[in-house]
């Protein structure tokens, strides 16, 4: 199987880069994806070695921070069990879990920031799922290239 490459969002008040560079490792769980077609993607296809953009929402400014790497495949969120967890789900069967999650580690740190409004005035990004109308995903695929012009913009 050939890598792949994928955008994850994170707003900073919850968990940010600086708390992916302090963690053990630079090394964290991906928990709390409550959405089903961001479910499927952590489940179903995104392995270890892909590669992550990892993407500050909800902040000023919206941007790529970095890049990191899967290190974990999918297994069960253990936050959906859990009731005293802001993600529980009290519908989640520990038999058959609805959530799961990824583990991701540090690679790159971008020297400036990729924003939002750079790569919505990037020809090259034009169609990337993250700047289409209506998806509001939390983790979605983004194209080999788009990934590579990201770096790009990035390490200048």
């Known amino acids: 199987m050939s890598k792949k490459y994928w955008l994850m969002k994170t707003e900073p008040s919850v968990f940010s880069w600086e708390d992916l560079k302090r963690s053990k490792d630079q090394t964290t769980f991906w928990d709390g994806v409550r959405n089903y077609q961001a479910r499927n993607y952590l489940r179903d296809e995104i392995k270890i070695g892909d590669e992550v953009l990892f993407y ?38 520990p038999s058959n879990p609805t959530w799961f999650m990824v583990d991701i580690k540090l690679k790159k740190e971008f020297k400036n920031p990729v924003t939002l409004e750079q790569i919505k005035s990037n020809p090259k990004l034009k169609n990337m799922k993250l700047v289409q109308k209506g998806n509001r995903l939390s983790v979605m695929p983004v194209t080999k290239e788009e990934f590579n012009e990201i770096v790009k913009m990035g390490t200048k």
């Open 56 to 93: 500050h929402s909800n902040s000023d400014p919206l941007a790529v921070m970095g890049v990191c790497e899967v290190v974990k495949e999918g297994y069960p969120d253990h936050t959906q069990f859990d009731p005293h967890n802001i993600h529980y789900d009290e519908k989640s069967d």
